[in-house]
C-alpha cells in the first residue's frame, strides 16, 4: 500500500546526476517540493535546465563530505534520497581512499543529519556490487559474497550503517541496490563513463566499441523509469514490513554484451543504416569484474508492489532515442 505526500519536502543528494536528476524530474512534476544537494563533482548543471526555474525545486552546492552541509540540506525535509556517491570500480581502484571518503564518510554525515533532523525516512542508493563473489544467480538479498573491489566495500558499509540507524534510532531506511541503470542524462563521457552511453556514443560515431573480454559477460540492465518507480514505492510504502531492509532495484533478466551491441546497432541503424556495419573490438577483462549478474526481484514485488516497467529492449529504445535527439 502507498499513499501520495505530494504536501512533502525530499532532499535529493547527487540531484545533478543521472539517477538523481531523474528523480528531481519526477517528483517536481507530482508536485512535490524537492532540494538538491550536489557538488558537481560528477554532476552537470544541464541536468537541471529543465526545473531549476521550478518554485518547488531549490539547488544547494555543497559536499557531503562536510557535515555542515549536509545539516544544512535536511532542514524541514521529510523524505531523503540518497543518491550521491563516487561510482565505479575501476575508479574505486585507483583512488580508494576518496571513494571512501564520498560514499562511507559522506554516507555516515548525511545518516546522522537525516537523524537529527527527525527526518521520516532514508532511501539511499545501494549496489549490485555488494554481492561480490558469490556464485548464485539470480542474486537474492540476503546471500552476498565477498565485495570484489573498495567501491563494492563502500556499498556495503552503507547497508551496515543504515541498518545500526535504524535499529539505534528508529531512522527508517531502505537501500536499493541498483543494477546497471541506464538511460536519459547518462553522462556517455569522461573516463568511467558506463556501458551503455559510452558504447551509443562510439556507434553514432561510427568508432568501433571495445568489449572487455570476450563479450559474454552479463548484467540486469535497468532501464531509469524502473528505478524511479522503486525510489517512490520505497519513499511511499506504508508496509511496516518493507521498511529498514533492502531491495534488488533491476528488471529481473540478463542480457550479455554481445546481445548489448546487437539491440544498440538495431536501434541506431535506424538513424544511420551506416551503424549496421561498425565492427566489434575486443580487449581484456576488466580488474573487479564480476562475470554475471542477475537479480531476484521476488522480495521488491512482495513487499512494495514493484513490477517493473520497461524491459532492456524497451528501455534500449527510448534511451537510443534520447541520445540521438539530444547528443548527436
Request: glycine share 8%; aromatic share 10%; net charge negative.
Amino acid at each position: 500500500m502507498m499513499k501520495e505526500k505530494t504536501n512533502s519536502t525530499i532532499l535529493i543528494t547527487g540531484g545533478a546526476g543521472f539517477i538523481g536528476s531523474n528523480l528531481c524530474e519526477h517528483f517536481l512534476s507530482k508536485g512535490y517540493k524537492v532540494i538538491c544537494l550536489d557538488n558537481f563533482a560528477t554532476g552537470h548543471r544541464h541536468n537541471l535546465a529543465g526545473f531549476v526555474d521550478n518554485e518547488n525545486f531549490r539547488l544547494i552546492e555543497g559536499d557531503i563530505r562536510n557535515s555542515v552541509d549536509c545539516e544544512k540540506a535536511v532542514q524541514g525535509v521529510d523524505y531523503i534520497l540518497h543518491e550521491a556517491a563516487l561510482g565505479s570500480v575501476p575508479r574505486s581502484i585507483i583512488d580508494p581512499v576518496t571513494t571512501n571518503e564520498v560514499n562511507v564518510s559522506g554516507f555516515l554525515n548525511m545518516l546522522v543529519a537525516a537523524r537529527d533532523a527527525k527526518v521520516k525516512r532514508f532511501i539511499y542508493a545501494a549496489s549490485s556490487s555488494t554481492y561480490g563473489d558469490s556464485q548464485g544467480l539470480p542474486k537474492v538479498e540476503d546471500v552476498i559474497g565477498k565485495p570484489l573491489s573498495p567501491y563494492a566495500i563502500t556499498k556495503y558499509v552503507n547497508e551496515l550503517y543504515a541498518e545500526i540507524f535504524s535499529t539505534t534510532y528508529g531512522l527508517e531506511t531502505i537501500g536499493l541496490r541498483y543494477f546497471n541503470v541506464f538511460g536519459r542524462k547518462q553522462d556517455p563521457k569522461g573516463a568511467y563513463a558506463a556501458v551503455i552511453p559510452k558504447f551509443v556514443m562510439q556507434l553514432m560515431q561510427l568508432e568501433s566499441p571495445i568489449l572487455n573480454g570476450d563479450g559474454n559477460y552479463s548484467r540486469d540492465f535497468t532501464y531509469i523509469d524502473n528505478v524511479i518507480q522503486m525510489n517512490e514505492l520505497a519513499m511511499t510504502t506504508e508496509n511496516q514490513e518493507a521498511l529498514n531492509t533492502v531491495y534488488n532495484t533491476a528488471y529481473g533478466d540478463r542480457t550479455t554484451l554481445n546481445e548489448l551491441l546487437v539491440y544498440l546497432k538495431e536501434y541506431l541503424s535506424q538513424y544511420d543504416e551506416r551503424i549496421a556495419n561498425v565492427a566489434v573490438i575486443h580487449g581484456p577483462n576488466r580488474a573487479g569484474d564480476i562475470p554475471h549478474s542477475l537479480a531476484s526481484i521476488d522480495k521488491a514485488k512482495k513487499l512494495l508492489g514493484y513490477h517493473p516497467q520497461f524491459s532492456i529492449a524497451e528501455g534500449l529504445k527510448e534511451a537510443v532515442d534520447w541520445y540521438w535527439n539530444n547528443l548527436k
